[in-house]
């Protein structure tokens, strides 16, 4: 309560949708001059915006390393309630355009197998909260495959590995959520002679099973055994990684697969750490075409999948 009775009202002049907006996407971009690039403004005018935001809001939310903004808890914090804020806001625009005549949007999203037993259904609860009206279409498929599709854009955005400088950033916005190490995976009957980590150079004689050609999975498998020097005996390969699990899990044989299956499988599945120089990660990212880079729904699923990936960071 201010002097003379009046209510302070912390939602003043200096914090606007416009720099919410800003905001959300530099959260997303990492630095100024990306940001500036996707909502088509000066580097000056995106700087302006975060520090008067930060004015507006009465505290810091960035603190300076060099050249770079790096976001401090407080700015985690408001993306948060900025993402509320900005599918409240589209929900009522959605209901405007709906009693107008016209219909939601669709987002059109393509995902690894493996990603659909924790990350794509979290993003997407966190998507339909904040927008409901919005309508996602979800397609799981191979690396290759899901690329090939956003480039023909028939997805509008792709949940993938992603290789180091795979995309040209001309045409493409990567956004990195989250690393995941690639380890020998058993029957959880198998018995082991070697403790951990494992030398893929020991199971020269084992029997393996592969993804088909296409798959993140299928090429640090192959990068894997070209480094160990040997081409492993691979009886089966097939076109799902929970088909590979499966086989897996019934002694068919080894196979190299992510830590994010471990969940589901730990229990009939061993999985064990290998030795340098066979360790391989995944980095898994969010992927859109460059020129979409400032639409509110390709915006909204990046800042869901940021504040996914902090989550299970932190």
């Known amino acids: 309560m201010e002097k003379g009775g009046k209510v302070k009202n912390d939602i003043n002049q200096e914090i606007t949708f416009r720099k919410l907006s800003v905001f959300m996407t530099f959260m997303i971009k990492g630095n100024i001059a990306r940001t500036a690039e996707a909502l088509e403004l000066s580097s000056v005018s995106v700087h302006r915006a975060l520090h008067t935001l930060e004015g507006g809001i009465g505290c810091s939310l960035f603190v300076h390393k060099g050249r770079n903004l790096v976001p401090t808890p407080a700015a985690w914090t408001l993306l948060e309630y900025t993402r509320d804020v900005m599918g409240l806001m589209t929900r009522g625009l959605e209901k405007t355009r709906k009693v107008a005549g016209l219909y939601p949007g669709r987002l059109r999203i393509g995902t690894l197998y493996s990603l659909t037993l924790e990350t794509v259904p979290r993003i ?69 002679l070697n403790a951990e980590p494992a030398d893929l150079r020991d199971y020269a004689n084992r029997k393996f099973i592969s993804l088909t050609e296409g798959f993140a999975t299928h090429a640090g498998f192959q990068e894997a055994f070209n480094i160990a020097g040997f081409e492993p005996q691979i009886v089966t390969k097939v076109n799902d990684i929970f088909s590979l699990l499966n086989l897996v899990q019934a002694g068919v044989g080894f196979s190299l697969i992510p830590g994010r299956m471990r969940k589901v499988y730990e229990k009939d599945v061993q999985l064990l750490t ?10 898994i990212s969010i992927v859109y075409l460059h020129r979409r880079e400032s639409d509110p729904d390709l915006l909204a699923l990046a800042a869901e999948g940021r504040m996914y990936a902090r989550s299970i960071i932190s």
């Open 124 to 192: 997407i609860m966190g998507m339909k909260l904040r927008c409901p009206a919005l309508e996602l279409d979800l397609t799981m498929g191979s690396n290759l495959t899901l690329v090939n599709m956003l480039e023909d854009e028939v997805l509008d955005a792709i949940l993938i590995s992603v290789n180091q400088d795979e995309f040209d950033a001309a045409q493409f916005d990567v956004v990195p959520l989250f690393q995941d190490d690639v380890f020998l995976a058993a029957s959880a009957s198998e018995k082991l």
């Open 274 to 283: 290998l030795k340098a120089p066979y360790q391989m990660r995944q980095h």
